[in-house]
């Protein structure tokens, strides 16, 4: 059994929505204002539609968490959705199903017509309220509980956006970070900036690209013996599993198909205090489906999202005929939103790991066999036998 597990539930025009997370040690200390600001940082972004006008997400607590510390016991988080007020008869869950007028037109991109298939719904709102990204609001809160519990055990995670429909950002220029953009370039910022506008002007949407970073974990989260104890192929699973991400690399990722080995491998030296150093990080901080020490950096594409103004060919699954899909309020860019939960996902799953190799019922437990285990391979090599 996995040693953190976790669910969402919840419509995007629903009540609310609900997460459950299992495993976190007892004895965490918890910042909920922290969480609330990790959901706020979801919502922005340039390019997002007219709903998060709408919705000011905050996290309630409903289990698992007592004078501000973790019990060790399932923790229960509830985010409300406002626009609910403007849905309470179309989502009711019980009354009358004519209230609301049946969406048909299944949009080229989404679940729509896949699930309104498999599931045999007649109206693909029953699939797209739940196929709505909405649900990673869910997931940010519950990576940021997870955040909290890495930062006590000093690893930090953050995103960065590296790409808006081909202008790429140079990560090397530090320029003040572009908030609704999350891009310390400021030139390919304005680009972006711009791109988003006549994207939006055209009734049309971008996609892009971010990077997340994972910095001070240990050495050998994950494992080389077991396909499915892989931390890549977990982290991998994570990433795209968030809604509308088609590609996901590790390290320089895609760039190994063109460079020779000796291009892509991190040599490997001892410092003059005997410390074991990389002077590259092309592998992004993982051989063998284990964490190398070196920071984890991982990123992933997002599709431009599917809904658009400009509405492509579709059928209406009532009876075949052609119509334009669905027309839906919606986002024209939500990669800077996407980098945030890929923080998310990313932090829940290195914490998996840490969980299932240092164990997790206290806190003070976890915390004293991370440092054992830190301690033991800060000396692993005996650099007193050297000869000087
Ligand atoms: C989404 C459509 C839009 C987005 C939504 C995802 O929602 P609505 O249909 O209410 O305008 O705003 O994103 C969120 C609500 C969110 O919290 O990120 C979709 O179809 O996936």
């Known amino acids: ?39 706020g940082r979801r919502q922005k972004g340039y390019g997002r539609g007219g709903r998060m006008k709408i919705e000011t997400d905050t996290a309630e607590i409903l289990s698992g968490v007592r004078f ?30 004519d209230a609301a007028e049946k969406v048909t037109a299944a949009r080229p991109g989404h679940a729509d017509l896949a699930g309104a298939l498999k599931y045999n719904r007649r109206d693909v709102r029953d699939i797209l309220e739940r196929s709505s990204a909405r649900e990673t609001a869910m997931r940010v809160a519950l990576g940021e509980i997870v955040r909290q519990f890495l930062e006590a055990c000093g690893v930090t995670v953050s995103s960065k956006v590296v790409e808006i429909g081909g202008v790429k950002a140079s990560l090397a220029a530090n320029d003040a970070n572009d908030e609704e953009l999350n891009c310390t370039d400021n030139d390919a910022a304005q680009k972006m900036r711009e791109l988003i506008d006549t994207a939006k002007v055209a009734g049309d949407t971008v996609g892009g690209k971010f990077i997340v970073t994972a910095t001070n974990l240990p050495v050998g989260l994950g494992s080389h013996i077991q396909y499915d104890r892989r931390l890549d192929a977990k982290l991998a699973a994570a990433l795209m599993s968030i809604q509308a991400i088609k590609a996901v690399e590790i390290g320089i990722g895609c760039e190994c198909a063109r460079l020779l080995g000796s291009e892509v491998h991190d040599e490997i030296f001892a410092d003059e205090n005997g410390a074991v150093k990389r002077r590259t990080n092309r592998a992004g901080g993982l051989e063998g489906g284990m964490t190398n020490g070196e920071p984890l950096v991982v990123a992933a594409v997002m599709k431009p999202i599917p809904t658009l103004m400009k509405p492509l060919d579709t059928i209406d699954i009532a009876d075949g005929r052609a119509v334009s899909a669905a027309k839906e309020r919606s986002d024209v860019c939500a990669v800077p939103a996407a980098g945030v939960v890929g923080e998310a996902m990313t932090a829940l799953t290195i914490a998996e790991a840490m969980l299932s190799k240092f164990g997790g019922d206290a806190m003070t437990d976890t915390l004293a066999a991370i440092n054992a285990y830190r301690e033991r391979v800060r000396t692993f090599i005996p650099t007193d036998k050297r000869e000087r």
Do not use: Q
Request: glycine share 12%.
């Open 1 to 39: 059994m996995s040693a953190l597990r976790y669910m969402t539930a919840g419509e995007s025009h629903g009540p609310c929505l609900t997460g459950i997370i299992e495993g976190i040690p007892a004895g965490l200390k918890l910042d909920l204002t922290a969480i609330n600001a990790a959901l």
């Open 68 to 97: 501000g510390e973790t019990l060790g016991s399932p923790i229960t988080v509830m985010i409300k959705n406002r626009d609910y007020a403007n849905w309470t008869e179309r989502m009711a869950a019980f009354g009358a199903a």
